[in-house]
């Protein structure tokens, strides 16, 4: 299987880290439903077919992504960064060379 | 349908076998059941024998959408052992490890259950210390489980290298002799043999495509050799539990579909007669009666429902075989093939009615349920029948998980695919 990362372009996929399932929304940290935590920590969609995930980059550039993959035939017809324009924020960006 | 004895064996023998008769019956599909059963696995299969041997029950089918024993049951690694920490799971397996002490003569089927033990080797001091635990855990409640040293476990099993790699120093080892090997595909014949014979009606080719309901309450199925209405409806289909329970409506369980792969390899004279597990890394091996290695380890890792598996995990398994064994680093894989479990969140098991009225669950078994088939037929077919679990599985509810009463065995939180 290969998952060709944003950055680094296509790969192994023994240098991703599989993070599951992408298709549950943490609740609010602030939250004290019980339910909706339990919901979130236990249940799963468990798709046959085109299933929405997380994978780690981690022998790579560490970055985090979301796919689309299917269950049946492994291909993957998506991948993008995990949070939307993650590390393309230049601002966020230390300057090479600037000190703390 | 013949019992099976000396006396046939020989007649037969002697003869152009005339008399031996098809294992079980091919009938068409009766308009109604007392109970339906999805799935003619080793679960389904044996909780429809136990339905009709320990409560009467007959008017009952198995709808199975291939054929009998296609699944799971008929490509697993074979291993059987009741060697578990929590409670929950040490009354539950133990039942099943006495069901399996008395099944060819209950089945009038040699099902070839080998007690040859199983050993798990300790890798640290850490572990060695945890099989103390769990032996001592066990022999509390009258399991059998024994500590090893290493000099006892050179003796045991010659081939192993103790210094397994050069990097993990064998430390100890825990056995439990009652533990062994069985022959998988006669596990399912002589279910499906014995339950059909009290009557039950085992349905291949027909695969359950919905659910009917009346009202609130499942009714029956639908399937693709026409509906069948059942007082009760009971699922046990192992890596499709997410699908069946989809068409009933229910979108998100506690199971994500993993595949598990195995490997067996060209075959060779006696080697070791037991079964080992490598406390270093994640491998079990055993060698089958025809000779060939069989041997497994961890799951691919990720959510799939493809019935083969990927090349890391192949890698993976075989060095940790090489590094136990050197002398097996040239023997020639024959085949591999993987299987789809239905992984639960805290690694044990789903035996329940429910999770909607009319219907009785069976899931969860992740990749120990061959051990657990005449336990798992057995307390599911008492709660099909009472409406009520037994102590046994009392604990494998559905609800377990919201209620905070996870059946955690190996600590390892909901992340299936570490279980
Ligand atoms: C490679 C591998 C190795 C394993 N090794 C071990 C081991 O060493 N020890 C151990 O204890 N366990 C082991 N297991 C786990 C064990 O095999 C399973 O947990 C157990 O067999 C599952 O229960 P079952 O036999 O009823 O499932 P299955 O045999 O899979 O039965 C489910 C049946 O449901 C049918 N079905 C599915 N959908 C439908 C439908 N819509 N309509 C009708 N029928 C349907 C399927 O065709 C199938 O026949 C292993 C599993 C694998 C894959
Ligand atoms: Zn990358």
Redesign the pocket.
């Known amino acids: 299987m290969l998952i060709t990362c944003p950055y680094c372009g296509p790969r192994d996929v023994i240098e991703f880290t599989y993070q599951g399932d992408a298709n549950r929304a943490r609740p609010d940290l602030h939250s004290t439903d019980q339910a909706e935590w339990n919901a979130y920590t236990y249940d799963r969609v468990n798709t046959l077919a085109d299933h929405a995930e997380y994978w780690q980059h981690s022998g790579g550039c560490r970055a985090h992504l979301k796919l689309v993959r299917s269950t049946l035939t492994h291909a993957i017809s998506s991948v993008e960064f995990a949070r939307p324009h993650a590390g393309h924020k230049p601002s966020s960006r230390r300057k090479p060379g600037a000190s703390t | 349908m013949a019992e099976y004895s000396v006396f046939s064996l020989l007649r037969n023998a002697f003869s152009a076998t005339p008399d031996w008769k098809p294992a079980w019956r091919k009938p068409d599909p009766k308009p109604e059941y007392d109970v339906v059963i ?9 909780t429809a024998y136990y339905l009709a041997k320990e409560h009467g029950i007959t008017n009952v089918a198995v ?19 009741s060697n578990y920490l929590l409670p929950q799971n040490q009354h539950f397996y133990e039942h099943s490890m006495k069901l399996w002490e008395n099944l060819s003569h209950d089945l009038n089927y040699n099902v070839m259950f080998s007690q040859r033990g199983c050993l798990n080797l300790a890798n640290s001091t850490s572990q060695l210390d945890d099989f103390a635990r769990r032996g001592n855990a066990m022999r509390h409640v009258g399991i059998d489980a024994e500590l090893m040293t290493p000099q006892q476990i050179k003796a045991f099993l010659p081939a192993l290298d103790l210094n397994i790699g050069g990097r993990f120093p064998v430390y100890g080892g825990m056995i439990q002799r009652r533990a062994g ?1 069985a022959r ?1 595909d006669a596990v ?1 014949w002589g279910y499906a043999r014995g339950a059909d014979r009290r009557g039950v009606d085992l349905l291949e080719n ?4 919905g659910f009917l309901r009346d009202g609130d309450r499942i009714a029956g ?1 639908t ?1 693709t050799r026409g509906e069948i209405r059942a007082k009760k409806v009971a699922v ?5 539990t997410g ?2 329970m989809k ?1 009933a409506g229910i979108d998100r369980l506690p199971i994500e579909s993993h ?4 490997f067996v390899s060209e075959g060779l004279k006696p080697f070791m007669d037991t079964v080992v597990t490598f406390g270093a890394g994640h491998l ?1 091996v055993t060698q089958s009666d025809k000779g060939g290695m069989v041997f ?1 380890g961890d799951i691919d890792g990720y959510n799939t429902y493809a019935q083969r598996g990927n090349l890391p995990i192949v890698e993976d398994v075989m060095s940790e075989l090489a590094a136990m064994f050197p002398g097996l680093s040239r023997v020639r894989l024959l085949r591999s ?6 992984m639960s969140m805290d690694g044990s098991p789903i035996i329940t009615a429910g999770p909607l009225p009319g219907m009785y669950l ?1 899931a969860g ?9 005449p336990a ?1 037929g057995w307390c599911f077919a008492w709660t099909i029948a009472r409406d009520e679990p037994h102590p046994y599985n009392a604990a494998f509810t559905l609800d377990r998980f919201h209620r905070g009463l996870v059946i955690d065995e190996k600590g390892q939180g909901s992340t299936p695919r570490l279980h």
């Open positions: 999805v799935g003619g696995g080793g679960h389904g299969l044996s709808v199975e959408r291939g054929w009998l024993g296609q699944g799971n049951i008929g490509r697993n690694t074979t291993m059987i052992r090997t998988h399912a027909c695969e359950v495509t199925v399937t046990a289909v192992a890596g499709h699908q069946l068409m595949v598990l792969q195995a079990y497994g093939w993987g299987g789809i479990m239905d069976n078994w992740c990749y120990g349920g061959f051990k657990a088939t798992s």
